[in-house]
């Protein structure tokens, strides 16, 4: 499948099967993570792979939208490791992270795993419950499994807006 295909065919899985993901399968999909470039190439990321039923209870703590999955991938970033803009208002944390999750996804989906990325749940009390480090900023939980039979992408999943709409020639 080319990088265009991958693209388009992965969508936010909503309800997965009961079906562990294979250890080999989830380091590939690690791998694709680590292979994630991040500003300055400072790999302030840090991913905590929450599979047992006591870091799954957690999860379910944080947030009702882990739809089954047997896999929640946390991605934080250490807030001392990251790059600072010019002008100090702002730093390279939080697009490192997404870069790195939009990795994990995209790695996953090729190798025929589904995720979700999840925003809904609070990085603070996510932090408190997962007992991160004081330097760690939660930024995106990733539900990781297989799609159980009846999956399917959300009714708005093939919209977009047109490029005219989202981009600016200048």
């Known amino acids: 499948m080319d990088f265009f295909e991958l693209a388009k065919a992965r969508y936010s899985c909503k309800k997965f099967a009961d079906k562990p993901v294979e ?53 934080a970033h250490d807030k001392n490791s990251v790059f600072e803009y010019p002008g100090g208002a702002y730093n390279s944390g939080a697009e490192d992270a997404a870069i ?4 994990l996804v995209l ?9 979700c990325w999840l925003n809904f749940f609070d ?13 760690e900023l939660l930024t995106i939980l ?11 992408p959300l009714p708005n999943h093939d919209s977009r807006k047109p490029l005219a709409e989202t981009v600016t020639y200048r």
Do not use: F
């Open 23 to 75: 250890k080999d399968k989830l380091e590939q999909i690690l791998e694709a993570g680590r292979l994630a470039p991040t500003a300055k190439n400072s790999q302030p990321q840090h991913i905590y792979v929450l599979s047992s039923k006591e870091s799954l209870a957690l999860v379910d703590q944080i947030t009702p939208c882990r739809y089954g999955a047997p896999v929640v991938l946390a991605v």
């Open 100 to 103: 790195v999750a939009t990795h």
């Open 107 to 115: 790695g996953a989906k090729a190798i025929g795993v589904d995720t």
């Open 123 to 135: 990085p603070d009390k996510a932090k408190k419950l997962l007992e991160l480090p004081e330097n």
């Open 142 to 152: 990733i539900d990781v499994g297989y799609p159980d039979a009846a999956a399917k």
